[in-house]
């Protein structure tokens, strides 16, 4: 999948181990120890948390680092005949639960001879499904292993409301030494976190920005399995349009599928039903109010006269204390094509990076309207230049996108401040061309096969090499959009393809609901 694509030598964030016993967070580590060193001490230990990956993670790695171990789960219940046929299945009485447990202890003095001086742990997991005549097996067994001078750990891991029940047993409380509840992943353990499985992978660049780690945190809470399922979707999400960093959109796509959706659906059934009964009550109880005469003729007016509704003018807006250099804005334009770069790095050659061309030049409004893509407009406001993202062009106004702040001007004041000069963005082909020739790879010529049946809404043919059919298509397509009709995809052709097939960020026009865009003088393929 994406290993090849960020350079992983691996797949990242399945364990919480970088080797056996080794945890990548610090804090994982320092409660294993603690496990691990009071394994050796005969008694209960308690462990819980909400995430069960994460606690049967924690069980494997003790087990691993024991001697002697056996490990169950109560899922979904346990009873006492249950939890004796796990520990024994050859035995056949279970009605007497104290030879069974005896033959439980033989099994294990045969299975681990060395158990009786280096001692036993056993491990069950998902201790809320365990009935009390379990937990009382678990005492009895406790107590003869005692007597049979065999030092037995109990390692029982379940949700955190276990702990007060487990301490509530008479038998069960005084016998466990150690527990402790799991919490979640800080901020900073969450940047270590993902950091460090990057760093054992193998990749010098992560595709995890801090931003994108901080919101991941806030999504999952610090819960570790959610943490690991939402970072492999988004880094599939990502190599899917083969970008280099995991952007806002892949990281929504993921958790749409990891994090569970929050509905209120109920509650404003509940809450409308409940407005309904109470409008109800009130009408009948007013009933007779509301259809009792008024002890007056009201007035009738002799005529309506409709006033006249005054549209406000727009307000034009004070842009002369706003500053915006042109990284800023750039910054702002990377944004909107899903890339999070920073202020440093939103420059016009650092496009090739992610697939863009940058373009450069001096247009008037009606010919960048008409490319369809949003641009950074140069304005000249007070004794300074600004820079702004055009976002919108309507028939009377643009919206202007400055310091994070939508701006609503009129055409006429845009047309007053604009200087002309423009910087936009644009995708290039698969393999990083401006336009499609006969030269041109097997990858490319299909690409543009596929986006040019999609906006002729006719099949595919498939084609690997330049053919006359696509050229024929070409002349289509680019005497619908009103283009220099050459058959030859060049870079104009390719922003309208990518444009019409809604493939790349587009500004609100309307031209841009159209099919067929008006011509403009000036613009060949």
């Excluded at 659906?265 to 509301?290: E, N, Q």
């Excluded at 990377?334 to 770069?341: E, Q, S, V």
């Amino acid at each position: 999948m994406y290993l090849s694509h960020f350079n992983f030598a691996g797949q990242p964030f399945s364990r919480v181990t970088r080797s056996a016993g080794e945890f990548f967070v610090p804090y994982h580590q320092d409660v294993f120890g603690m496990l691990k060193d009071k394994s050796r001490t005969p008694g209960m230990m308690g462990l819980f948390s909400d995430d069960e990956s994460l606690l049967s993670q924690f069980t494997r790695e003790l087990l691993a680092q024991t001697p002697a171990g056996v490990a169950i789960t109560a899922f979904p219940t346990l009873s006492a005949s249950a939890l004796l046929y796990k520990l024994n299945p050859k035995n056949t009485d279970a009605k007497n639960r104290l030879h069974a447990i005896d033959a439980v202890l033989r099994q294990w003095h045969e299975t681990f001879p060395r158990c009786r001086t280096q001692g036993l742990v056993l491990s069950i997991q998902a201790i809320q499904g365990m009935r009390d005549s379990s937990r009382e097996v678990l005492g009895m067994l406790l107590t003869r292993a005692q007597e049979c001078d065999l030092p037995l750990t109990i390692l029982l891991t379940g949700t955190p409301d276990q702990e007060a029940h487990l301490l509530a047993s008479s038998g069960l409380g005084a016998r466990m030494h150690t527990r402790h509840i799991l919490r979640p992943l800080t901020g900073r353990e969450c940047h270590h976190y993902i950091q460090a499985h990057i760093a054992h992978q193998g990749a010098e660049v992560s595709p995890f920005t801090p931003a994108r780690i901080r919101r991941m945190r806030a999504l999952t809470r610090g819960s570790v399995s959610q943490l690991n399922a939402l970072a492999h979707l988004a880094l599939l999400a990502a190599w899917t349009e083969r970008a280099g960093l995991v952007g806002t959109r892949h990281l929504r796509l993921a958790a749409r599928e990891v994090l569970p959706v929050q509905g209120h659906k109920k509650r404003l059934a509940t809450g409308g039903l409940f407005a309904c009964v109470m409008l109800a009550a009130c009408g009948w109880h007013f009933s007779d109010a509301l259809t009792a005469a008024l002890p007056f003729k009201p007035p009738v007016p002799a005529r309506w006269i409709p006033q006249a509704s005054h549209t406000p003018s727009l307000a034009q807006p004070v842009l002369e204390r706003e500053v915006v250099n042109q990284p800023d804005a750039m910054h702002q334009l990377y944004t909107m094509w899903g890339y999070d770069a920073s202020a440093g790095e939103a420059l016009c050659q650092n496009a090739g990076r992610v697939n863009l061309q940058c373009k450069q030049g001096s247009a008037p409004l009606p010919i960048l309207e008409h490319e369809g893509y949003p641009w950074v407009s140069e304005l000249k406001t007070g004794d300074h230049l600004n820079y702004a993202v055009v976002a919108r062009v309507g028939k009377d106004s643009l919206d202007l996108l400055m310091n994070n702040r939508t701006w609503q001007v009129s055409r006429n004041w845009f047309s007053q401040h604009a200087t002309g000069n423009y910087t936009l963005l644009h995708r290039l082909t698969p393999s990083g061309k401006e336009a499609i020739t006969a030269a041109s790879n097997g990858q490319d010529v299909g690409w543009f096969d596929a986006q040019l049946s999609q906006a002729l809404n006719e099949p595919e043919t498939h084609a690997r090499v330049w053919t006359q059919t696509l050229e024929t298509r070409t002349k289509a397509f680019q005497k619908n959009m009103h283009l220099n009709v050459d058959g030859l995809p060049g870079e104009e052709t390719l922003m309208q393809l990518m444009r019409v097939n809604r493939t790349t960020p587009a500004i609100l026009t309307s031209l841009s609901d159209s099919a067929v865009a008006t011509p403009v003088e000036g613009k060949t393929s």
